[in-house]
T-cell receptor, first 117, second 116 residues
Framework: DTGVSQDPRHKITKRGQNVTFRCDPI?????LYWYRQTLGQGPEFLTY????????KSRLLSDRFSAERPKGSFSTLEIQRTEQGDSAMYLC???????????????FGPGTRLTVL | AQKVTQAQTEISVVEKEDVTLDCVYE???????LFWYKQPPSGELVFLIR??????QNEISGRYSWNFQKSTSSFNFTITASQVVDSAVYFC?????????????FGTGTRLKVLA
């Protein structure tokens, strides 16, 4: 299996611009997660999809953030009107649904590093 | 509330030394899962181990070993005979089950520097 891929790997933008990131999960993984990691911190959960349904959103995900997963395959994370505080690494992870309940192991992509000037 | 604490911000050791990375967690869930991930300079989080709350057996994998103790809510990670390639940031993570979600709660990480 190829791993989780993310595009772009780096993005530099000016404050106020919109940006969109893409995540391609491991094939046949029906759960997909987005996390944000700032310098010196651990990843923080943003949102979670099971297939195409977005089942949970963190309070960190302000109205300027939107995520989609059309057809339950790849996912996009869009940030509108970027602010300097949005500068961070955005990580995507996927997991299979082997268990009817409980947690499956998440496999992470290389991340997209966003710098807002 | 769930929380993971990694009190060691940075550890430096000389190659071939043993090193233990501490992880303490808090959760009200009776069933939960614990994880360790490695984040090398490239940035990608690499899965190392998963443990569920009802399995307190210690685990050894090559130079890596994990000590899970529910009584102290700890899940510590030991690297034996460390190598320069072990240099990375290591994260401990927790996932509960009663909320019905599968998100991970990460600690702030421990940066390990192994000096040649």
């Amino acid at each position: 299996d190829t791993g989780v891929s993310q595009d772009p790997r780096h993005k530099i933008t000016k404050r106020g611009q919109n940006v969109t990131f893409r995540c391609d999960p491991i094939s046949e993984h029906n759960r997909l997660y987005w996390y944000r990691q700032t310098l010196g911190q651990g990843p923080e959960f943003l949102t979670y999809f099971q297939n195409e349904a977005q089942l949970e959103k963190s309070r960190l995900l302000s109205d300027r953030f939107s995520a989609e997963r059309p057809k339950g395959s790849f996912s996009t994370l869009e940030i509108q009107r970027t602010e300097q505080g949005d500068s961070a690494m955005y990580l995507c992870a996927s997991s299979p649904q082997k268990r009817t309940s409980g947690t499956d192991t998440q496999y992470f992509g290389p991340g997209t590093r966003l710098t807002v000037l | 509330a769930q929380k993971v604490t990694q009190a060691q911000t940075e550890i430096s050791v000389v190659e071939k030394e043993d090193v233990t990375l501490d992880c303490v967690y808090e959760t009200r869930d009776t069933t939960y899962y614990l994880f360790w991930y490695k984040q090398p300079p490239s940035g990608e989080l690499v899965f190392l181990i998963r443990r569920n709350s009802f399995d307190e057996q210690n685990e050894i994998s090559g130079r890596y070993s994990w000590n899970f103790q529910k009584s102290t809510s700890s899940f510590n990670f030991t690297i034996t005979a460390s190598q320069v390639v072990d240099s990375a940031v290591y994260f401990c993570a927790l996932s509960g089950t009663t909320s019905g979600t599968y998100k991970y709660i990460f600690g702030t990480g421990t940066r390990l520097k192994v000096l040649a």
